[in-house]
């Protein structure tokens, strides 16, 4: 099946600092999606974006398709942005679901 | 519009035994599919139905079934549960199954 790394596994900033996550896939993909795990286990939908670049607020990403590989850029860090960040991708399977394949995250802690 | 519900949240079953969980999704979305949560294999995907079929399954035993009703809400069950069942279970629904991802809060399960 198809492989999900993302790096760092873990990363431990303080308030008001950047970070960029990575996640490589080892597939042509036709869905990826990015995920916020908060400290209850709740998954937060991020983004959509099987290509292409998108934004809101402090939060942004970019998937170079061609490249196999995403990047979620979180700016201006704050508490609340702790947790665990997925990377999930479904391979371009030329139709149906397959279901989404999750990398083992990163485990971002926001230090006042 | 309410997000994703999941019904119960927490579970204890000891060996043996059966357990069903269940799930409603966003109102109008079609594609309901559930994974699994451990801390050693993380998240993985069990299976996914569509308009009351299930259109693909993951790498888990036969113990492991589902099925969804004419209103999208789903179920799945586990049979002769195992220790190694205790988990997260998470259940998430989409427009078409390969559209953005909704997860409820989910059900952990714990099996003694």
């Known amino acids: 099946g198809i492989q999900v790394e993302q790096s760092p596994p873990d990363l431990i900033l303080q308030e008001g600092a950047n970070s960029t996550l990575r996640c490589n896939f080892s597939d042509s993909v036709n869905n990826l999606q990015w995920f916020h795990q908060n400290p209850w286990g709740q998954l937060i939908n991020l983004f959509y974006i099987p290509s292409g670049t998108k934004q809101n607020g402090r939060l942004s990403a970019t998937t170079v398709a061609t490249e196999r590989y995403s990047l979620l850029y979180i700016s201006s860090s704050q508490t609340t942005d702790s947790g665990v960040y997925f990377c999930a991708v479904e391979r371009n399977s030329g139709g149906g679901a397959d279901g989404l394949t999750f990398g083992k995250g990163t485990h971002l802690i926001i230090q006042p | 519009k309410a997000g994703v519900t999941q019904t119960p949240r927490y579970l204890i079953k000891t060996r043996g035994q059966q357990v069903t969980l269940s799930c409603s999704p966003i109102s109008g979305h079609r594609s309901v599919s559930w994974y699994q949560q451990t801390p050693g294999q993380g998240l993985q995907f069990l299976f996914e139905?569509?308009?009351?079929?299930?259109?693909n399954k993951g790498n888990f035993p036969g113990r492991f079934s589902g099925r969804q009703f004419s209103n999208s809400r789903s179920e799945m069950n586990v049979s002769t549960l195992e220790l190694g069942d205790s988990a997260l279970y998470l259940c998430a629904s989409s427009l078409t199954g390969s559209s953005p991802l909704h997860f409820g809060n989910g059900t952990r399960l714990t099996v003694t």
């Open positions: 139905y569509f308009s009351e079929t299930q259109r």
